[in-house]
């Protein structure tokens, strides 16, 4: 099996903060490269120093890493991209400066790496209505079922990651026809594509990350979709008053929020603002260790959980308003 190294650029304060995160999204062990950390290392007064390699003395001067490993496997090259896609949020839950929280990619080209996945991407059938099929591959429908054809680039969201699979799986039962949707964190447009071709009326599909919407649109484009029923907005609710605001003006039917925990946590509040009286919210993107606190908090901002679903350690749920 080939792997990948995969480094997070970050600051020396924000090392348990990057750590934290890549723990949330499956990735349990990772090397650490500080500078400041080696220093204080050099600078240990008892030890004694006789010699000091030249390379590692240029680790005086290096950039502070998380540095972790990836299988280049279907679940290896989603787990990337979703910690790219979820990563672009982090700064603005925390406090401290975490630096650059770019990601570089070792052992492959960045190219090869972004496009090796394809290799594992074959149609996947989510329900007895509706099948993803990667844009270069060729897929015989079977009656009533629909295709949502999908090249995610590099933005989360192919339909293979438990995550998507136990989101779409409760959007396919829970959906009634001709409903307004808005999708939180819209990714390669997936779920908001999903959603019309099963009867919604209008979706609204909110990403932070600029590069998702532009995916997602071309992703929107590649099915067909009528513009003027799926509205892309690239910006942060969390931090946009009058993003947020715009969209509670609006209040929908459902939410879909394939996102992260602590993501969802913060949305809690105008989850409720942005839906009508007895909707559905749809959350997924939850590891199964922080899936109670979740719930919980989502109970007391005023949601009744009505199903949870469950899939290799991750967790989704469909609730009320």
Not at 80 to 109: F, H, M, N, T
Not at 191 to 213: E, F, M, P, W
Request: with cysteine; aromatic share 6%; glycine share 8%.
């Amino acid at each position: 099996m080939n792997w990948a190294e995969i480094a997070v650029k970050t600051t020396t304060p924000g090392i348990e903060i990057v750590n934290g995160f890549l723990m949330a999204h499956g990735v349990n062990s990772v090397m650490i490269e500080d500078a400041a950390d080696f220093k204080n290392f050099l600078e240990d007064t008892t030890v004694y120093w006789d010699y000091v390699d030249e390379k590692l003395m240029e680790m005086t001067h290096c950039d502070t890493k998380v540095k972790f490993y990836l299988p280049d496997t279907p679940q290896g090259h989603e787990t990337l991209a979703q910690i790219q896609s979820d990563i672009v949020r982090l700064q603005d839950e925390c406090e401290i400066d975490l630096g650059e929280l770019s990601i570089e990619i070792g052992y492959k080209e960045q190219e090869e790496w972004e496009t090796a996945w394809q290799k594992y991407y074959h149609p996947i059938v989510i329900s007895n209505r509706l099948v993803i099929v990667p844009e270069w591959e060729k897929y015989d429908l079977l009656p009533g079922q629909k295709e949502l054809r999908l090249n995610p680039g590099m933005a989360f969201g192919t339909g293979g990651h438990n995550t998507t699979r136990l989101c779409l799986s409760i959007l396919d039962e829970q959906m009634p026809e001709e409903i307004e949707i808005l999708d939180m964190g819209c990714g390669s447009g997936i779920l908001s594509i999903a959603a019309l071709l099963l009867g919604a009326k209008k979706v609204t599909a909110v990403d932070i990350d600029q590069l998702a919407t532009k995916i997602a649109r071309e992703n929107a484009d590649l099915n067909g979709i009528d513009p003027a029923s799926l509205d892309i907005i690239c910006g942060n609710v969390l931090k946009d008053e009058a993003l947020a605001d715009s969209l509670a003006a609006h209040p929908v039917d459902m939410i879909l929020a394939n996102i992260v925990a602590d993501v969802i946590i913060g949305m809690a509040p105008l989850f409720l603002r942005c839906l009508k009286k007895g909707g559905r919210l749809i959350v997924s993107g939850i590891i199964t260790e922080r899936a109670e606190e979740v719930l919980s908090v989502l109970r007391a901002t005023g949601f009744t959980v009505t199903e949870q679903k469950e899939d290799n350690g991750w967790c989704a749920a469909c609730l009320t308003a």
